[in-house]
């Protein structure tokens, strides 16, 4: 029996269920989007609804008429920019806390 649950997004962002509603009241699947931008299967932007991958959320976002942060606030910033993700995000704040003069020192 395998248990195969949904990941989990931030509160702020859109449901996933809620991102197809909006495709589906356009006209829109996500087979028929990754056909026209020329992709050979749905599945790299299925993922995008969980997972973060810039092109295929702006894809997404296109489709329904607004700017990915207004989906996905999690992943940008209030200014339009993507926040850093993953290892990105782990260079940047080290970097940050550097320039800053917030370095941690080794015990």
Not at 93 to 107: I, L, P, S
């Amino acid at each position: 029996m395998a248990t195969d649950t949904a990941k989990k997004t931030s509160r702020d962002d859109w449901h996933p269920a809620k991102i197809k509603m909006e495709l589906h009241m356009r006209g829109i699947t996500l087979s028929g989007l990754a056909e026209a931008h020329g992709l050979t299967s749905s599945s790299t932007l299925s993922a995008a609804l969980t997972r973060s991958y810039p092109a295929n959320e702006r894809r997404i976002a296109a489709a329904i008429g607004v700017h990915p942060k207004v989906i996905w606030p999690s992943r940008y910033f209030d200014d339009g920019t993507r926040k850093p993700q993953g290892f990105r995000a782990l260079q940047c704040t080290a970097a940050d806390m550097a320039r800053n003069g917030n370095v941690r020192k080794a015990a």
